[in-house]
């Protein structure tokens, strides 16, 4: 039996699908509200805090990547200095995924709720980062495949015991991705009402990197071969069949290349030959990147963009952690391209598709350190670097305020 719904508000209308017939698919209030609440980065802003970088007592462009940093927080806040990016907070989103039982994992299904446990007893790697950072942790039940005791610290929103097996068909009805976006909205909206001034996400779920790679593969268009890595690490026989379980699964929900677009019927647009990629975010339509989601997403991954979604609504800075939060932002993406102006890459993973996904959503990751972990742990090492690069806008002196002598132009 499915849990009972998350008590999100939602209403729903009656739209035309092909071949004359009504369906009934959902226009969720919050979903909605949210996305009208997105602003792309303030250009006066960003040209400001460009102009104190060049008047702080250092030569220009001496911190490299870290100004960067402070000049796209100051345009995602509108206001130069950015507000301090502390305290912050570390949401895990938890779900199982019915591909697993395609042997694209050598782990059991099981250890996603052992996990959970571990992450609520402190044990993780992601406790022992969050509590060096000094960044408290939040663990969601967005769709573990079990029943899960009340614990402090643990949310629930499960919105089902786990997605449908995405190589059979669709992962999850556009219904529920559309409750797992909301989810995520809800739960930044509490953080940031708690005082947050950071939000970061993290995932745990066995198989979830094979639907990462799917999403990914769907959003940019690249072979599944060149965005699906070895995720906890695996054989070669096993990689082998999570290739081609990713690629299977395109096709099965239509969204190989060789596969007819959602909605491209009567748009004019053009169908790619079979070999020829077609990123979804490339003028596509929310509908279609909703679509996309609940065919070969995961919850968690819905989950982390309406968690971004959020972020970016509220002007508060997201530090994205590896492939699993990356797909989740191309989803955000997909839904409101504004919403990445609001998103600092935390690191690169070892994930092959995580590279790929940086590169399309115009990210530079703060640092790479071969991680392939998840949970969160790279965006946690990265807060520091975020807090210290936002501390030099508001604590070092200018030129003129400091009386030192500037390089003559």
């Known amino acids: 039996m499915d849990p009972p719904l998350v008590p999100l508000s939602k209403i729903h209308q009656l739209v035309p699908a092909p071949g004359g017939s009504l369906q009934l698919v959902p226009e969720v209030a919050v979903l909605a509200e949210t996305l009208a609440a997105i602003r792309p980065a303030d250009q006066r802003a960003?040209?400001?805090?460009?102009?104190?970088?060049?008047?702080?007592?250092?030569?220009?462009?001496?911190?490299?990547?870290?100004?960067?940093?402070?000049?796209?927080?100051?345009?995602?806040?509108?206001?130069?200095?950015?507000?301090?990016?502390?305290?912050?907070?570390?949401?895990?989103?938890?779900?199982?995924?019915?591909?697993?039982?395609?042997?694209?994992?050598?782990?059991?299904?099981?250890?996603?709720?052992?996990?959970?446990?571990?992450?609520?007893?402190g044990g993780a790697v992601a406790n022992a980062f969050a509590a060096q950072a000094g960044v408290p942790v939040t663990v969601?039940?967005?769709g573990v495949a079990a029943d899960l005791p009340d614990a402090p610290g643990l949310v629930k929103h499960k919105i089902a015991y786990g997605t449908a097996d995405l190589s059979q068909g669709p992962a999850m009805t556009v219904d529920q991705a559309v409750r797992a976006l909301e989810v995520g909205i809800v739960v930044a909206g509490g953080l940031v009402a708690e005082g947050a001034r950071c939000l970061i996400a993290g995932d745990m779920g066995i198989a979830n990197t094979t639907?990462?790679?799917?999403?990914?593969?769907?959003?940019?268009?690249?072979?599944?071969?060149?965005?699906?890595?070895?995720?906890?690490?695996?054989?070669?026989r096993t990689y082998?069949?999570?290739?081609?379980?990713?690629?299977?699964?395109?096709?099965?929900?239509?969204?190989?290349?060789?596969?007819?677009?959602?909605?491209?019927?009567?748009?004019?647009?053009?169908?790619?030959?079979?070999?020829?990629?077609?990123?979804?975010?490339?003028?596509?339509?929310?509908?279609?990147?909703?679509?996309?989601?609940?065919?070969?997403?995961?919850?968690?991954?819905?989950?982390?963009?309406?968690?971004?979604?959020?972020?970016?609504?509220?002007?508060?800075?997201v530090i994205l952690d590896g492939v699993i939060a990356g797909a989740g932002a191309l989803v955000a993406a997909a839904l409101d391209p504004a919403a990445i102006d609001h998103c600092v890459a935390g690191h690169r993973s070892a994930e092959p598709g995580h590279a790929v996904t940086l590169d399309h959503l115009g990210l530079r990751p703060l640092v790479d350190l071969e991680l392939r972990l998840g949970e969160g742990t790279g965006a946690l090492l990265a807060h520091p670097l975020v807090c210290a690069a936002v501390r030099v806008m508001h604590d070092v002196a200018t030129f003129d305020a400091a009386g030192v002598t500037e390089k003559p132009v």
């Open 240 to 317: 082998e069949r999570k290739v081609a379980t990713v690629r299977r699964t395109l096709q099965v929900n239509g969204l190989a290349a060789d596969e007819p677009a959602a909605g491209a019927e009567g748009r004019g647009s053009r169908v790619p030959p079979p070999g020829e990629a077609r990123p979804l975010s490339a003028g596509s339509s929310p509908s279609e990147a909703l679509r996309a989601l609940a065919a070969v997403g995961g919850f968690e991954h819905a989950a982390i963009a309406g968690f971004i979604l959020h972020g970016a609504a509220a002007r508060v800075p």
């Open 211 to 236: 639907a990462s790679a799917a999403l990914v593969s769907a959003f940019t268009g690249k072979d599944p071969a060149e965005v699906t890595g070895r995720g906890t690490g695996i054989d070669d």
């Open 46 to 121: 960003l040209a400001e805090a460009r102009a104190h970088q060049d008047r702080l007592t250092k030569p220009r462009g001496s911190l490299g990547a870290m100004e960067d940093v402070a000049v796209r927080l100051a345009g995602a806040a509108g206001t130069c200095p950015p507000p301090a990016p502390w305290p912050a907070a570390l949401a895990i989103f938890a779900a199982d995924h019915g591909v697993h039982a395609r042997g694209v994992s050598p782990w059991p299904q099981e250890v996603t709720v052992q996990m959970v446990a571990n992450f609520l007893s």
């Open 140 to 142: 969601v039940d967005v």
